[in-house]
């Protein structure tokens, strides 16, 4: 039986690639090496300094490889990011989640000392993703060292810092933080995988006590790679690594939300969404799909994800200029360990963002 590139890129994220049977010969005796760039435009260089009156938010999805097996480029990315700090504004760091892979101990310590270079430089604001749940990181249940690594303590005096699930006040898998960039107001919301019911209930109590703040909503599953989000009703194990597919919500009577759970029951219903990052997913790792709530605004929802470039994503990051006019965000992707961008228009695009509604 014959496996394309695709169905290969496809058999990641917990699922071992002799799940698939002749997989592991056929990826033992290639024809020959795929090209991990083909789909790139790779180009010397950073990107271009923001415009004048520009921020840059940096995005840092799935760092598991990092943590697990390439220390030195998770601490190369956060050294450049302070290294940036001032040529770039950079306003603020999201990781998206799956900080580990295997949540280990000699991880989670990794991951710790890289994101500890950011202290007292840049606010940065993390989830966890399925990989950081449970023994050897199946998330089989919700228990994580998230909050042993990552403690409230080290944040809540912090002025970014907003707070933390009502019903977990020693946990940081649900918080959420606000910072001011460009005469703007932000919120950014981060929500555990596959979150629960209660949990989506206290992320709408906090979205509006702050109607005034433009919403970023970080979580580890809500895009697929085909531009379309998690849809557990409809598409089910059509669509892998949903979160209601994992022993999680097996074990909790179904308590995890997907994509489109998330858009119907917590983003659609306020009028200050104005963004939603994820990673998790394999393919090409990449998406992006733009809704309109019922006021007609936009909510543009991507996915971003590279741990299956080589050695464990080539310590590439996306970086999002929010430009003085207009509401452009201007989206480069970038490795400091490469010094490359990839102009792509996968990788290289702009989108508008709607103006909050007063």
Same mark, same amino acid.
């Given at each position: 039986?014959? =496996?394309?590139?695709?169905?290969?890129?496809?058999?990641?994220?917990?699922?071992?690639? @002799?799940?698939?049977?002749?997989?592991?010969?056929?990826?033992?005796?290639?024809?020959?090496?795929?090209?991990?760039?083909? *789909?790139?435009?790779?180009?010397?260089?950073?990107?271009?300094?923001?415009?004048?009156?520009?921020?840059?938010?940096?995005?840092?999805?799935?760092?598991?490889?990092?943590?697990?097996?390439?220390?030195?480029?998770?601490?190369?990315?956060?050294? !450049?990011?302070?290294?940036?700090?001032?040529?770039? %504004?950079?306003?603020?760091?999201?990781?998206?989640?799956?900080?580990?892979?295997?949540?280990?101990?000699?991880? !989670?310590?990794?991951?710790?000392?890289?994101?500890?270079?950011?202290?007292?430089?840049?606010?940065? =604001?993390?989830?966890?993703?399925? %990989?950081?749940? +449970?023994?050897?990181?199946?998330?089989?249940?919700?228990?994580?060292?998230?909050?042993?690594?990552?403690?409230?303590?080290?944040?809540?005096?912090?002025?970014?810092?907003?707070?933390?699930?009502?019903?977990?006040?020693?946990?940081?898998?649900?918080? /959420?933080?606000? /910072?001011?960039?460009?005469?703007?107001?932000?919120?950014?919301?981060?929500?555990?995988?596959?979150?629960?019911?209660?949990?989506?209930?206290?992320?709408?109590?906090?979205?509006?006590?702050?109607?005034?703040?433009?919403?970023?909503?970080?979580?580890?599953?809500?895009?697929?790679?085909?531009?379309?989000?998690?849809? !557990?009703?409809?598409?089910?194990?059509?669509?892998?690594?949903?979160?209601?597919?994992?022993?999680?919500?097996?074990?909790?009577?179904? *308590?995890?939300? *997907?994509?489109?759970?998330? !858009?119907?029951?917590?983003? +659609?219903?306020?009028?200050?969404?104005?963004? @939603?990052?994820?990673? %998790?997913?394999?393919? *090409?790792?990449?998406?992006?799909?733009?809704?309109?709530?019922?006021?007609?605004?936009?909510?543009?929802?991507?996915?971003?994800?590279?741990?299956?470039?080589?050695?464990?994503?080539?310590?590439?990051?996306?970086?999002?200029? /929010?430009?003085?006019?207009?509401?452009?965000?201007?989206?480069?992707?970038? +490795?400091?360990?490469?010094?490359?961008?990839?102009?792509?228009?996968?990788?290289?695009?702009?989108?508008?963002?709607?103006?909050?509604?007063?």
């Amino acid at each position: 039986m014959n =496996f394309t590139r695709r169905d290969i890129l496809k058999a990641g994220c917990g699922f071992a690639l @002799t799940s698939l049977g002749s997989v592991t010969a056929y990826a033992q005796k290639p024809a020959q090496k795929p090209d991990p760039y083909a *789909d790139g435009i790779l180009i010397d260089g950073a990107p271009p300094l923001p415009q004048e009156g520009s921020f840059t938010v940096v995005v840092l999805p799935d760092t598991q490889h990092y943590s697990e097996k390439f220390p030195e480029t998770y601490l190369a990315q956060t050294k !450049w990011i302070v290294e940036q700090k001032q040529a770039r %504004h950079i306003a603020s760091v999201l990781h998206l989640g799956d900080i580990t892979n295997h949540s280990t101990r000699p991880e !989670w310590e990794a991951a710790q000392k890289a994101m500890r270079q950011l202290d007292g430089h840049v606010p940065y =604001f993390m989830v966890p993703g399925n %990989h950081d749940y +449970s023994e050897n990181g199946r998330a089989t249940d919700r228990t994580s060292l998230l909050s042993e690594y990552f403690p409230v303590a080290h944040y809540q005096d912090l002025p970014t810092f907003g707070g933390v699930y009502d019903k977990e006040p020693n946990r940081m898998e649900n918080s /959420f933080h606000r /910072f001011s960039a460009g005469g703007r107001k932000f919120l950014v919301l981060g929500l555990e995988f596959g979150p629960r019911r209660d949990v989506v209930r206290w992320a709408n109590e906090v979205v509006g006590k702050h109607r005034d703040h433009e919403v970023i909503l970080i979580t580890h599953a809500y895009m697929y790679y085909d531009d379309t989000r998690y849809d !557990w009703k409809v598409y089910g194990n059509q669509q892998r690594w949903n979160p209601h597919a994992y022993g999680v919500a097996k074990a909790t009577d179904d *308590d995890v939300m *997907d994509g489109t759970e998330l !858009w119907e029951n917590l983003i +659609s219903r306020h009028e200050n969404f104005i963004l @939603t990052l994820n990673g %998790h997913v394999l393919g *090409d790792g990449l998406g992006r799909l733009a809704s309109q709530t019922p006021a007609g605004r936009d909510v543009h929802q991507i996915l971003v994800n590279f741990q299956m470039r080589p050695r464990g994503g080539d310590g590439w990051l996306r970086l999002l200029e /929010f430009r003085k006019d207009g509401g452009i965000v201007q989206s480069y992707d970038y +490795s400091p360990v490469l010094n490359k961008r990839n102009e792509s228009a996968q990788n290289q695009f702009e989108i508008t963002v709607s103006p909050l509604i007063s």
